[in-house]
């Protein structure tokens, strides 16, 4: 009986101890970034074995770059990072949320709740507070919006030039195309050394021309987009070394010059291809005025068919009718090289509305922080128009807060409340933590920002964290998008979820200890 239960104690010990390891490992990626967050947040020094430096306020860049080994922890970086992939922002607070969420969880089992009652009680939490947000948002319909400027504000650290560029984008690309699910407009950020910020309605590939000796710039260009090699049609090595193979290869060959003297004459003067271009095909079109683009990444083939009106094709489609061909042409305005910077632009095309905005400075280490506020802003105006806008500063949080507090009271019994509580705690967090960076005391000012919330029955009343004053920060223009705050509860209550639930770690053996 005895023996029973110390074996019982000890697996208890152990299953704390598991937990308590994973929480330390929660809690040092999240002491990473926790400094960053807010209006006075700082930045973070990364610093690697060959003493590349690189500096940054941006949480993914933080999270994604340190050197983690703890398998808690690296879930902790792999679900923020999901975040990122899913609306381009709000990686810090899903890191913070998820540690508070992870750390209040571990205390109530501590103190001998149920871990599956602390799990009940935090998913039905999360579920509620998730839809309450959905409530409080307010929705953005036209990209005149005055709150989407100050979301871009927000967003871009109060840099107005990178502000303004983002907002200049979105009109250029239209609502419309914001609210697609498969397309995102922080991949129109192009952070470039030694440039002006500019915004332009085209596409800009990582290219230059073939030779040198091919047009830098061409007006209205019909323009041929190959998801293949400029190249006559290959033949394996094998039957190449046949008469039958040998012919068949002299056959493509002059296949592959009747169909360039088709191209050339269709008016084609542009020729963009994702592999290489044949030796014989560069000759060919510097003699005829075309210019050709190699090599260029999947990526910009897709954006330049798009926005030209061009149907990409495999280099067998080459051997389709002049009226076929033309009709897979893209169209433009201009084309133009900018050798200094080693790019091309192709501007105003027949196809769908895009943008390219540059981000400029002088160095690569300030280009490239730049670089990553500006696809931030852009993500978070994108969240905006998708799910509409919260007021910012930790105020949707500790409006939710607000709102569990009274739901608890009436649809919560037993010993789910305690998992309801560790997600009262976690919600407070963002808010404490950027009053911490903010130099102000969260003991003190939270419950004025709580009871003020109250008092006024208003979601959108928070803190100012240059003067501590208690204010509407709706009407003071600092404002969140809603589907931001969504995704990040959403991933720290899987996170919590996840790390709670581990019972144990077992160290797997290698594949090198496998038999063979």
């Known amino acids: 009986m005895n023996r029973s239960l110390e074996s019982g104690q000890k697996t208890g010990d152990e299953r704390l101890t598991t937990l308590m390891n994973n929480v330390n490992a929660i809690r040092a990626v999240s002491s990473a970034v ?54 381009g922002d709000g990686t810090t607070t899903a890191t913070i949320l998820a540690s508070a969420l992870v750390q209040e969880g571990a205390t109530q089992v501590h103190r001998g709740v149920p871990v599956s009652q602390v799990i009940t009680g935090i998913r039905k939490a999360v579920r509620y507070a998730l839809a309450r947000l959905t409530d409080l948002s307010k929705p953005i319909s036209e990209l005149g919006d005055p709150h989407l400027a100050r979301v871009a504000y927000v967003a871009s650290r109060e840099n107005q030039d990178i502000s303004d560029l983002v907002m200049e984008a979105c009109h250029l690309v239209g609502y419309e195309q ?41 007006s209205a260009p019909e323009i041929l987009v190959l998801e293949d090699a400029l190249a006559p049609e290959e033949i394996d090595e094998e039957a190449l070394g046949t008469e039958t193979g040998f012919q068949r290869y002299l056959d493509n060959k002059e296949a592959f010059k009747y169909n360039l003297e088709k191209i050339a004459d269709l008016g084609v003067s542009l020729i963009v291809c994702q592999r290489s271009c044949d030796p014989y095909a560069e000759e060919f079109c510097i003699d005829r005025g075309i210019t050709v683009l190699h090599r260029v990444a999947k990526e910009e083939i897709s954006r330049l068919a798009d926005h030209t009106g061009a149907k990409p094709m495999k280099r067998m489609g080459l051997s389709k009718s002049s009226t076929e061909l033309a009709e897979l042409l893209g169209k433009a305005d201009e084309f133009r090289v900018d050798d200094r910077s080693g790019r091309v632009r192709i501007e105003r095309g027949r196809g769908k509305a895009t943008a390219t905005m540059v981000v400029g400075a002088a160095t690569a280490e300030v280009v490239g922080e730049r670089g990553r506020i500006a696809r931030d802003a852009a993500a978070s105006v994108q969240a905006a128009v998708k799910g509409g806008v919260v007021a910012g500063g930790g105020c949707a949080e500790i409006a ?47 419950e004025e920002v709580r009871a003020s919330q109250r008092s006024f029955g208003s979601s959108s009343i928070g803190l100012d964290y240059t003067t501590g004053k208690v204010q509407d920060l709706l009407e003071s223009g600092i404002i969140d998008p809603a589907l931001v705050k969504h995704y990040a509860l959403k991933a720290a209550g899987e996170v919590a979820e996840s790390i709670l639930r581990i019972h144990t770690v077992i160290r797997m053996k290698s594949h090198a200890d496998e038999p063979e």
């Open 34 to 87: 926790e400094g960053t967050l807010g209006p006075k947040g700082l930045d973070t020094m990364l610093v690697d074995e060959q003493g590349e430096v690189i500096v940054t306020n941006d949480g993914v860049t933080i999270l994604e770059l340190m050197e983690v080994k703890h398998p808690a922890a690296r879930m902790l970086i792999k679900i923020a990072t999901a975040q990122q992939e899913k609306v």
């Open 178 to 218: 914001l609210i697609c699910e498969d397309w995102r407009l922080s991949d129109l950020v192009f952070p470039c050394i030694g440039e002006e910020n500019e915004v332009f309605e085209g596409v800009l590939l990582r290219r230059t021309p073939v030779s040198k000796q091919m047009p830098t710039s061409l």
């Open 400 to 446: 939710l807060y607000r709102e569990i507090e009274s739901w608890r009271t009436t649809h919560i019994e037993g010993l789910e409340g305690y998992g309801v509580d560790a997600v009262l705690a976690a919600l407070q967090k963002p808010m404490s933590q950027m009053m911490v960076n903010a130099g102000f005391n969260p003991l003190e000012k939270l």
